[in-house]
């Protein structure tokens, strides 16, 4: 007996199913690329890691042929987004012949693509969903009820107000599966929403990178605080742009980086000043960037997690979070990370203006951030996966 596991693209670094072929329990693992199985794309090289053989893994090629059109068109226009449901039908729809040739396999699935299996599975399969990202309803309904700024922009909307088949999908997926694993507490909190058993959904915070950059970087009088996300009112970017006016900080300056960035938002901006709009950077170019900042704030009404601000902690940064994130689980002493209250602007202004008080050019409390990156890491996650579904007690 083992598990089938199934997630499109290289979503949190394969580490699921990393955590399951540690353990000797993962009997396929299937995605919609990875390198070394078949043709190899040289753009994918990353598609992979070490400890699950190409040999585990079963390549879906309906979706990635559902996702080319769409990958060649964010080369040229990063605000391009994937048909969400489309491909993850036709991720399921693989992971789903799958199952049916190993019957007996459970299955641990991320969400979108694991209906299409869980309807078929026999009942002595144990289903367990993991739930990337916010429950749809509950994620629009916090946006629209905390943002004390939704009114000040025509700001754009998530995909899950827009589209109100995500959350049709969401409950009937959810209502097949057994046991829940998620990466937040807020994640958690939108399923507990639903009327979901909060005794069957396991939390396990997402881990940090190993430590990228030694270094502190070039010392500098002005403490350098960054923001590196989507440009978009989810990410709070129109909350920091009014807190970094209303701070009116005289010893700092704000470096945004975007993939992406709504017009509103950039006209919102408008006037603010030491703020440094710069594009999108690729990785390796982003780790750099941050390396030479000393604050990582992105103040989210909510995310299921956000990577980026393990990867800003590995990189040496301090980190100003919102309750309704990642940050909140990470459990940061008050010298390494601030969580403020999600949606309001004042104590985003207390934060500012904290850290720019407590900043010194040589970053006194450097070891400590490495020492928390070093706490929080990836091997940690994994064991906290294989305690959510009772391979470690």
Known sequence: MG??????????????????????????????????KGISLPTLGHRKIEGISPSQVQESYRAFLAQMPYEVKRRIDRSTD??????????????????????????LLYSGAAYWAFKEAASSVKKTLFVYQVAPE???????GIDELHDAG??????????????????????????????????????????????????????????????VGEESSRCKFLFAGQGIARKGLHLLLEAWRQAKLTNSELTVVTSRTDPAILEFAS????????????????????????????????????????EALAAGCRIIGTENTGVYDMDLPAEVGTVVEAGRVQPLVDALQ???QTYS??????????????????????SKIRQGVGLEG
């Open 138 to 144: 509950y994620l629009t309904q916090l946006i629209n």
């Open 271 to 310: 006037g603010v000043e030491n703020v440094n709009f710069v594009g999108r950077q690729e990785h390796d170019e982003l780790l750099q960037t941050m390396a030479r900042h000393d604050t990582f704030v992105m103040p989210s009404l909510v995310e299921g997690f956000g990577l980026v601000y393990g």
């Open 361 to 382: 050019p040589q970053r006194p409390y450097y070891e400590q951030v490495k020492a928390e990156a070093e706490r929080l890491s990836w091997a940690s996650f994994r």
């Open 354 to 356: 904290m850290h720019e």
């Open 154 to 215: 025509n700001w754009q909307q998530e995909a899950e107000a827009l589209d109100p088949r995500m959350m049709e999908h969401h409950l009937k997926e959810a209502a097949l599966a057994d046991n829940f694993l998620c990466a937040s507490t807020i994640t958690k909190n939108s399923l507990i929403s639903e009327g979901l058993d909060a005794q069957k959904i396991h939390v396990a915070p997402y881990g940090v990178p190993d430590i990228a950059l030694n270094r």
């Open 82 to 107: 994937f048909p969400t449901l489309f491909v993850e039908r036709q991720l399921g729809k693989t992971i789903a012949q799958v199952a049916r040739k190993h019957p007996q396999e459970d299955l």
């Open 3 to 36: 598990y089938i596991v199934g997630l499109n693209r290289d979503r949190d670094f394969y580490q699921v199913p990393l955590a399951l072929a540690e353990a000797g329990e993962l009997t396929r693992f299937v995605t919609d690329y990875y390198e070394g």
